[in-house]
Every structure is written in C-alpha cells, then in structure tokens.
C-alpha cells in the first residue's frame, strides 16, 4: 500500500539523480553521498509507493514503465519545491547577515562577479566576502573549519562536506592564432607534433596531470616546450605563437579571440562542485546565495541536466 505522505524531499532527489545518471555510483559522486544511501533512499521510495521504479542490474539501474512516468512528476516536484523556496526568500527579504565564500581564482573571478551582482541587487543588505586560495584542498578545508559557508571545489572532495550541485568545466587545446581552418576539428596526429607549453603536473597544478592521465588512455604523449606557473601566462605566450597548450576553459579564462580554441580528440571535462559544511545549520543567507546561483549558472550552461533540477538545499544535510 503506498503511503504518499511519508516521501521525503531527500527519496525523490535521489531517484532523480540515479534515473539521470543510469547508475548508483555516479550518482552518489553528484548528490555527495554513500552509494547505499542512495540505493537505501530509492528502496524506501519503492517501498513506500509500492512499485518497482527502477530495474538494477550489473551495467547500471533502468527506470520500469511506471518509473518512467513518476519521474517527470518527482522532477516537477522538486522544481516547485525550488521555485517555492525562491519565492519566500524574495518576499521575507533578509536585511542582514553575511556570505561567506571560499574559491581558487578561476571560479572567484570569471563565475561568482555574475552571481554576486544579481545577489547585490536582490539582497542589497547583505555582505559577500571571497577569500581565494591556491588549491582546492585548501577551499575544502575552509568550509570544514566554519571558515566558509560555501565554497567551490572539485570532485571527488574530502570528507565532511555535503555537495549541493556540480558544474563541468571542459579542458580545451589553445592554439595559435591561424594554426587551423575554421571549424577543422583536431586530431591526434596534429596535436603530437604542436609545441607544447604546460603548468607543472605536481601540487597545486592537478589539472595538468589529469590531461596527462587522460593522455596516456590513447597511447598519446605531449611534445612540451615550455613549463610555466600561472595560466595567464600560458595564454599569452600562445597568443604569440609560442606554442599550443592544454588548459581547464575557467583557468584559460578570458581567452584572447585571435587564439583557437579546440576540443581534445576525445573531450575530457573536471567536474566542480560548490559544497557546503556537512551537518551544520546555516543562517539564511548562504542559502539566499545558492537560490541566486543556480539561475545564473543555469543560464551560463554550467549546471548538468543530470542534477539541474534538485530542489534547493535544507539547513541540514539527509
């Protein structure tokens, strides 16, 4: 017998992920938890409404007929549940309080201005204050320490952190000015013999040894010339045609118009994820905060589908 009034927010955000992904495991990786959470989550909603929404299997989990058809309602669910949030926060207003936000450089400075203006304007009482740091670790360590309400970092993350939502953010090949025809895609051919300019492939630059691990799957290796510290750096020499180089879009940011830019031969993206302190009660303000970036972000392209739809986050993590 189905027992509606038990769902919860948290069973249905995970049987949308989960029918998103196809699988329990990238599943988990975006809502932030357990894989048998997850699967305990989907099996208590199956339990409670009666029916099987979702055949498992060794090659992933596939929504049954009816799992199909409570899908588009879970999702419009949790779209209203966003929308409702939205909406409160707007009318009750908030006349004080602070947001507090740690990042590294590419995100605080070509994502967050957007964010924080439209927040600004909403929300001309509160403070925003960004402190920027060199890894990600560090961003991580920030919010576990009460040091940020929010901060935004990659997955897969440490430990004691909740992941309300992720972004991808592609690597992509800078090239010279003229070194392609317009719209000629790159091959692996091309790109072995381009000289090379990278960031080191050691601590703090993980980026650069994930294009290397990313590589070495296709038997490919880079011919590199140059090896610099900051990526602005990067992008000024191969503006002058010093040389190609591979760079995450955000670092590569802002990207001068006369260098092309292309996708790998097979693309290869990082996925960013904004995370919040685990377990802790938040004042209203960050949460005002995620309500204005996910609009903002959704219209830069930056949110997936697979979890685009997820209802804004309660005060304390499932």
Known sequence: MSKPSALKISQLRAFVVTAHCGNFT????ELGLSQSTVSHAIATLEADLGVVLMNRGRYGAALTAIGQEILADAEQVLRLLDAITTKANADRGLQSGQVRLASVRSVATHLLPKVIAQFRHD???VQVRITEYSIYADVEQAVRDGQADIGFTLLPTGPALDIWDTFRDEFVVLLPPNSLMDDEPLTWEALSTLPIITTPALPPHRHMRTVMEHLEQFGQSLNVVYEVSQDSTVTGMVQQGLGASILARLAAEPIPPEIQVRSLPVPLERV??????????????PFAFLSTLKPVFQHMGLMPASNSDSATPEPISP
Request: proline content about 10%; glycine content about 0%; hydrophobic content about 55%.
């Open 272 to 285: 960013m994820a904004i995370a919040l302190p685990a377990d802790t009660l938040l004042s209203r303000a």
């Open 26 to 29: 990238l599943a988990s990786l």
């Open 123 to 125: 929300y001309p009482q």
